[in-house]
């Protein structure tokens, strides 16, 4: 690469929880710079989850946070004239981004009134191993899974 690697930048963390992986979540939320109305949805998302399952809200978020990374995906090479699916290992910081970006997916697709709600419906559901994020996390590994014959085109 003829570039240097761009100077990671440190995310705050948030008020309430104090951690920069909710402040991370809430900036992959936000549409159009509006961070005020995305910090409020989630932790509207996050009463809500509390008043439903009796359980600490936070620790409920990391579990379906990590219910929803995936640890392998696949990637396209073209060998030969044939392209393969190749399964390869994904880097930390990206499984993190890859899940946090599936359960918001997810949760914008779900039905219900409001996206506090919507989003708390998703986060339970993965937290419970259920939800179309873990599908899709399922979805990939067994991609991978029957593309694991090509493992050896891996760079």
Do not use: C
């Amino acid at each position: 690469m003829r570039k240097r690697k761009p100077k990671l930048r440190i995310i705050q963390p948030d008020p309430r929880y104090k951690d920069p992986m909710v402040t991370q979540f809430v900036n992959n939320m936000m549409l159009q710079g509006k961070k005020g109305t995305a910090f409020q949805i989630f932790y509207d998302a996050m009463d809500l989850m509390k008043e439903r399952t009796d359980q600490d809200e936070h620790a409920l978020w990391k579990k379906a946070l990590n219910n929803a990374m995936p640890q392998v995906e696949v990637r396209s090479r073209r060998i030969g004239g044939a392209t393969f699916q190749i399964p390869t290992e994904i880097p930390a910081k990206r499984k993190i981004a890859i899940g946090m970006k599936w359960l918001i997916k997810f949760a914008r697709q779900r039905s219900g009134k409001g996206m506090a709600e919507k989003l708390a419906a998703e986060l339970i559901a993965a937290s419970k191993g259920e939800g179309a994020a873990v599908k899709r996390k399922e979805d990939t590994h067994r991609m991978a899974e029957s593309n694991r014959a090509f493992a050896h085109f891996r760079v």
